[in-house]
């Protein structure tokens, strides 16, 4: 299954839902979730587009759907 794309670039933030469980993942997967404020399958949250978030959002896209703001 390949990675998800992070969308383009834009000023005001991302639209990140979490899709699919953390069960059985790398514990440094579930501890970028828990950064990202995702707890529960989906939940969904509003993050701005800083290169912190990009790279969070790069390390676990596959358990995420993300769309621009």
Do not use: A, W
């Not at 390949?2 to 834009?10: L, S």
């Not at 000023?11 to 828990?34: A, D, E, Y």
């Not at 995702?38 to 759907?65: A, C, S």
């Amino acid at each position: 299954m390949p990675t998800p794309k992070i969308p383009k670039v834009t000023k005001k933030g991302f639209v990140i839902t979490l899709r699919r469980s953390p069960i059985g993942t790398p514990q440094k997967h579930r501890l970028v979730l828990s950064g990202l404020g995702l707890r529960k399958i989906r939940q969904t949250v509003t993050r701005p587009n800083t290169p912190q978030v990009r790279g969070m959002i790069d390390k676990v896209g596959y358990l995420l759907e993300v769309q621009p703001q």
